[in-house]
Structures are given as C-alpha cells and as structure tokens.
C-alpha cells in the first residue's frame, strides 16, 4: 500500500494497492516485477491534493505552476468551469424531478432538500410513528401508505439510491473535465442523462 498520483492526470489516491498501479503511469506505483517507482507524500506540496489546474510533475518531481503555464490554461481552464456548471443544472435538473417509488408505479415523490430531510426524520422515528402512515407525492397529487418500518426503509431507500446516483455520475463527469488536457477532450465529456 502506497500513495499514488497518475503521471498524466495527477489524479491522487491514497493507501492504494500498488501493483494495480504501474509505475509507466503511477507515480509511487510498482509493476508487477515489484520494481517500485518514488513514493509521493500524502499531500506532496504544502498540504494541498495535487491538481492539474495548479502543479506539474517534472519526472518525480511535483510542483507548481509557472505564471506562465498557469495563463496558458485560463482559457481552457474557463471552458471546463462553463461545462461543469452545465453538468450541475443537469444534476439539479434530474434531482428536482423526483424519484419514482414503486418503480414502474408512475409515483413521483419529491427529492428536494427539505422533502429529504422531512423523509429521513420519518425514517428516524419509523419505529415510533403510527401505521398506515400517508405519505405525498410529489405533486400533491395523492398519498402512499406505508404499512410498516420496512415500507419506510424501502422508501427511503429508493429516494437515497436515486440521489447518489445523480451525484455519482455528476462526480465522473467532472473528474472527467478535470483531467482533460486540451478542449477536444473537454468536448468528448458528454453528459448523456
């Protein structure tokens, strides 16, 4: 176990299991000889998480960006960040959508921040509350019974894997962003959902 920082993307991962990093590509990485390549401290340059939009890696060796490289990326660096507030209005987009529980019912229910908070107090207290209990979908519409403390357990469980969903796919696509090295592969980051 060691830490290690991709040579191109210096994309960081700490206590990572090293012969699935190969030292070609891996700084800190081991090929499967056991050969080993130079370790990278925890957090190499004082105390920050190595990113391509403020270090370069010159061999072995991590460090900042020149003033003159760092004007050289504000263009790119601008375009990335309009591409990233894009995937986040599609991410917030998706989540005010809401979530549907049964699936296949055509029962949307509300996955804003308050309704998440009012389902995980429920959730809270679901050994506690009064069975059959209504609760509403997202338009107001009409209600779901929920029977029991399993109900509400699968309930809640539904809204928080569609959630971390969204967020897991929003969070790929910008680590994507972030490793592009030029705008042709920004524009290969395609937000299809």
């Given at each position: 176990?060691?830490?290690?920082?991709?040579?191109?993307?210096?994309?960081?991962?700490?206590?990572?299991?090293?012969?699935?990093?190969?030292?070609?590509t891996?700084?800190?990485g081991?090929?499967?000889?056991?050969?080993?390549?130079?370790?990278?401290?925890?957090?190499?340059?004082?105390?920050?998480?190595?990113s391509?939009l403020?270090?370069a890696?010159?061999g072995?060796?991590?460090?900042?960006?020149?003033?003159v490289?760092?004007?050289?990326?504000?263009?790119?660096?601008?375009?990335?960040r309009?591409?990233?507030?894009?995937?986040?209005?599609?991410?917030?987009?998706l989540?005010?959508?809401?979530?549907?529980?049964?699936?296949?019912?055509?029962?949307?229910?509300?996955?804003?921040?308050?309704?998440?908070i009012?389902?995980?107090?429920?959730?809270?207290?679901?050994?506690?509350?009064?069975?059959p209990?209504?609760?509403?979908?997202?338009?107001?519409?009409?209600?779901?019974?929920?029977k029991?403390?399993?109900?509400?357990?699968?309930?809640?469980?539904?809204?928080?894997?569609?959630?971390?969903?969204?967020?897991?796919?929003?969070?790929?696509?910008?680590?994507?962003?972030?490793?592009?090295?030029?705008?042709?592969?920004?524009?290969l980051?395609v937000?299809?959902?």
């Open positions: 176990m060691a830490n290690v920082l991709n040579r191109r993307t210096l994309e960081y991962i700490p206590s990572a299991h090293t012969p699935k990093y190969p030292v070609a891996w700084l800190g081991m090929n499967l000889d056991g050969t080993k390549s130079a370790s990278i401290d925890r957090r190499p340059i004082d105390g920050e998480t190595p391509p403020r270090h890696l010159d072995d060796v991590l460090r900042y960006l020149t003033d490289e760092l004007s050289a990326l504000t263009p790119l660096n601008e375009y990335k309009t591409r990233s507030k894009s995937i986040t209005q599609t991410t917030e987009a989540v005010s959508q809401g979530f549907e529980y049964p699936p296949g019912s055509g029962q949307i229910f509300s996955m804003s921040e308050k309704a998440r009012d389902l995980m107090e429920l959730y809270q207290a679901r050994n506690e509350v009064a069975y209990l209504s609760y509403p979908f997202a338009d107001e519409s009409g209600y779901l019974d929920i029991d403390a399993a109900d509400m357990s699968a309930l809640l469980a539904a809204m928080t894997a569609t959630k971390r969903g969204f967020d897991s796919s929003d969070s790929t696509l910008k680590r994507a962003l972030i490793a592009a090295a030029d705008k042709t592969e920004v524009d980051v937000d299809e959902r």
